[in-house]
């Protein structure tokens, strides 16, 4: 057990609300990622966050931005939600390079 | 494209049968890491490769990477429906080490008692 936990697990809502992701981990671990999961499209990373303040864009970054005020929490947010979006969302953390990264549970989104 | 594929893409085997996936590159793998995830699930760590002609095995599965490390195979030997899933290969191809990794669509299996 990695010690990560995403919330919420499920959320459903409209074409053009906010919506903030939440991924929340114990174990002080360095870097933190977002990434989508799409069937046909495999895991792709949206953003990622290498220390507190520190964050880099991956390669779907459009329409989605990212903070991380203290290391254990990592925040999606989708400022304006769109239907293209839908989709499972999993947040990773790792420890030092070279190291494997270890996955939270996910996070089904559905924007209607 | 592609910078990782796998194959096959999906398998449906008996119980008991022994099945190879593969994940392969066109570029070197620096890192070659398996996961393994149930549906509705997150990803699971299985094994990780670093060096050429490296394997791995944990319980039935055994995981190799060629001396050339552009393909990796992992090979799950009497295969059970607790080994149903997708598995998903993740690479790291910075020699240095990168932050960002690159994973392959997955390969689901199905496992039919």
């Known amino acids: 057990d990695a010690g990560i936990t995403q919330s919420p697990r499920h959320k459903v809502t409209e074409t053009g609300t906010p919506v903030t992701l939440r991924c929340h981990q114990t174990?002080?671990?360095?870097?933190m990622y977002w990434y989508r999961q799409d069937p046909g499209h495999g895991l792709r990373l949206i953003h990622y966050?290498?220390?507190?303040?520190?964050?880099d864009k991956g390669e779907v970054s459009d329409g989605y931005s990212v903070s991380r005020s203290k290391t254990e929490d990592f925040l999606l947010t989708l400022e304006s939600a769109t239907s293209s979006q839908t989709s499972v969302y999993f947040c990773?953390?790792?420890?030092?390079?070279?190291?494997?990264?270890?996955f939270g549970d996910g996070t089904r989104l559905s924007i209607l | 494209s592609q910078e990782l594929e796998q194959s096959p893409q999906s398998l449906i085997v008996q119980e008991g049968k022994n099945l190879t996936i593969n994940c392969t590159s066109s570029?070197?793998?620096?890192?070659l890491y398996w996961y393994k995830q149930k549906y509705g699930e997150g990803l699971i760590f299985l094994m990780m490769l670093q060096k050429g002609g490296e394997e791995k095995s944990h319980e039935k599965i055994t995981a190799k990477l060629d001396e050339k490390k552009q393909q990796s195979s992992l090979h799950i030997t009497a295969s059970q429906p607790s080994h149903a899933g997708i598995y998903l290969c993740?690479?790291?191809?910075?020699?240095?080490?990168?932050?960002?990794?690159?994973f392959g669509k997955g390969m689901k299996l199905t496992v039919n008692p």
């Open positions: 570029k070197t793998l620096y890192g």
């Open positions: 990773a953390v790792q420890g030092t390079l070279r190291r494997p990264q270890h």
């Open positions: 966050s290498y220390g507190v303040k520190d964050t």
């Open positions: 993740g690479a790291d191809m910075d020699q240095g080490g990168s932050e960002k990794l690159v």
């Open positions: 174990e002080n671990h360095r870097y």
